[in-house]
């Protein structure tokens, strides 16, 4: 057995080490002095011995110190607080609160939002026993929702007081993001009691299963409570789309309206008009202007919250690619050619090389090169690429000149081999999807440093990839006259992937998400949000506006027609229920203090050897 099963405070029998200065006293103490006084001779009996026995003499001379020591004892046992468990029976109110956090219930109306209007009615519906599970929003403490494990739906309390209950709903706040009121109504089921009271509320648009996950509640006895919030978003028109292509943004924009409207669809200084019937969808395509901007629909209306789509771009659009070769490879540079940010330019050894626009080339590629026509200029520019933070690329070819490329080549080469098979590649965005073919003839070597994501069998790098400071490092192990990846459709995809990967761009479609997508970085940084700063590896993009990470800036915004559809019919009046809170009886153990009849024994022990001292004469 357990102090702790005893003691409430097990820690106050500490209290007990005070007897050890007051046994050591009685130890040192000398011993009574006997003085024989003729007077009282009279009192001895006639053998001569005492009239008290030598064991009652040494009775009465530990009496004291065994009162002490009770004293101690009975004090050391009421600062550990002794309990007995006895078992009691308890009125429970239990409620779980479903309130919905979704996007949708971001709509106004008479200066209110959906949202204002639920938080209230909560309030209202707390009991004893409360827990809240929240669709779709995230506590108001943070600036974003972390990526835990939560989804759509989470539970931000279980089990709280009414005083717990009311300060979690103020906390709480609507985001921007769709939600899962499904999972939210089976989350709810899953943490209530027997006999406990499901209220939800929600606007109850967008569709969505939710009625089955209120059946099942019911199915296991509980009482649920729909209470519905539709007030405003009559007329509502939205963006519900948002697709890039090249340096362009294409935007759908839907009338989910009962009557005919027309927006002004604005980005930067372009603005075009569109008309839409009931139910229409239209699509507008705008230029992305450097840094990116906010895609506006004017007029606005009570849903503001997907009239607006931010695009985020980089101040500069172009990737400025230096091409080194003395055979052109024509695959390579309409591959090249075909990706909208890039500027390509074409040099021939030992012709010089064109001055970069800015500091340095962002990407530098050499294929089919000469090595005997390569001098110390043509491989400096791929180190001032690396130096200014971009990439160099360098194709494998025939005679190699591995000298000319020191450590700029990732491979050492051993002579040319044929036929290889390939290993599976490494899961990497360079590789993701593609179908590799062997090539008929490549270099032979061992990897001098980086990582392989396409090898031979025999360990042979044919793509691999490594860091060089700030910058990038890609070899390229196909011979392209000794292959036919150059005629397959993903063949300008790889290539598509690679100047972004080392030129350390991402396109448009990477740096604009929808809310409720998730931004990963490699490392926990320091994310800029909407609604402040934030340090994590991942972050849930809840709010609709611009982060900021690493000199990065991403956006996010509602892209969600299931969402903006506002408006949702009447529930009957037999979905809604009109159960009031629920009771049950609950039997638990609680511990019974018995520290009073303790302080009772310390008083007699006082009292004790109060009348003690005073008996033996020293009062």
């Known amino acids: 057995m357990a102090l702790s099963d005893v003691f409430a405070s097990p820690l106050g029998l500490a209290a007990l080490l005070a007897a050890v200065p007051v046994i050591l006293l009685y130890l040192v103490r000398p011993d009574p002095r006997r003085v024989t006084l003729p007077t009282v001779r009279f009192l001895s009996d006639a053998d001569g011995t005492s009239s008290s026995t030598p064991l009652l ?7 004291l110190l065994l009162l002490q020591l009770l004293a101690i004892l009975l004090f050391a ?96 706040r609507v985001s921007d993001a769709p939600g899962d009121l499904r999972t939210a109504v089976q989350r709810a089921t899953s943490v209530a009691g027997e006999s406990a009271r499901i209220v939800v509320l929600s606007d109850f648009a967008g569709g969505g299963d939710w009625e089955s996950a209120v059946q099942a509640a019911r199915a296991r006895g509980l009482t649920v409570d ?23 943004v294409t935007v759908s924009v839907q009338n989910f309206g009962e009557e005919a409207a ?3 669809v604005s980005l930067g200084d372009e603005r075009e008009t569109v008309s839409l019937e009931p139910g229409d969808v239209r699509s507008v395509t705008l230029p992305v202007p450097a840094g990116g901007g906010e895609v506006r629909l004017s007029p606005g209306d009570s849903f503001p919250t997907d009239d607006v789509a931010y695009v985020a771009a980089p101040e500069d659009a172009a990737i400025d690619v230096l091409l080194v070769t003395n055979d052109e490879n024509r695959y390579l540079t309409t591959a090249l050619s075909v990706i909208d940010p890039v500027e390509l330019t074409v040099a021939e050894p030992p012709e010089s090389i064109p001055d970069p626009p800015g500091e340095a080339y962002d990407v530098v590629l050499y294929s089919n090169v000469d090595g005997d026509a390569l001098d110390g200029a043509h491989v400096g520019a791929g180190r001032d690429a690396l130096a200014a933070g971009g990439g160099v690329g360098i194709q494998a070819q025939e005679r190699l000149p591995a000298d000319a490329y020191g450590d700029l080549l990732l491979l050492a080469p051993d002579g040319m081999e044929s036929n290889p098979t390939l290993a599976a590649p490494a899961e990497d965005e360079l590789t993701r999807d593609i179908t590799f073919p062997p090539p008929e003839r490549y270099v032979r070597g061992d990897l001098r440093s980086g990582r392989a994501l396409l090898s031979t069998t025999g360990g042979t790098p044919i793509v691999a990839t490594d860091n060089r400071g700030g910058g990038r490092v890609l070899y390229y192990g196909y011979v392209e006259s000794a292959s036919t990846f150059k005629y397959d459709f993903e063949y300008p995809i790889f290539w598509k992937r690679s100047v972004y990967a080392l030129a350390d761009r991402r396109s448009l479609a990477e740096l604009n998400r929808a809310t409720g997508d998730r931004l990963t970085f490699e490392n926990e940084t320091t994310v800029q949000t909407p609604r402040g700063e934030v340090t994590a590896s991942a972050v849930e993009a809840t709010d609709a506006g611009f982060y900021a990470a690493d000199g990065t800036r991403y956006s996010a915004s509602l892209l969600s027609p299931a969402e903006s559809d506002v408006t949702a019919p009447d529930l009957d009046s037999g979905e809604t229920g009109d159960g009031g809170p629920t009771t049950r009886e609950e039997e638990r153990t609680v511990p019974n203090p018995l520290t009073e009849f303790v302080a009772l024994g310390i008083v007699a022990a006082a009292i004790g050897e109060v009348a003690f001292l005073r008996r033996r004469g020293d009062l």
């Open 262 to 264: 027309t927006r002004r």
């Open 57 to 63: 003499e040494r009775l009465k001379r530990s009496a």
């Open 77 to 172: 046992t009421a600062l550990a607080t002794p309990y007995v468990p006895v078992s009691e029976s308890e009125t429970v109110e239990e409620t779980v609160i479903v309130v919905d956090a979704s996007a949708s219930m971001a709509v106004e109306a008479d200066g209110a939002s959906r949202f204002d209007r639920a938080i209230d009615a909560a309030r209202g519906a707390t009991t004893s026993t409360t827990s809240v599970v929240v669709s779709g929003g995230s506590p108001a403490a943070g600036p974003a929702r972390l990526a835990a494990a939560d989804g759509d739906a989470s539970i931000v309390l279980r089990g709280g007081t009414g005083g717990e209950a009311e300060e979690t709903l103020s906390s709480l």
């Open 226 to 248: 729909l209470r519905q919030f539709d007030a405003g978003g009559a007329g509502n028109v939205g963006i519900v789309d948002r697709r890039f292509s090249g340096e362009r």
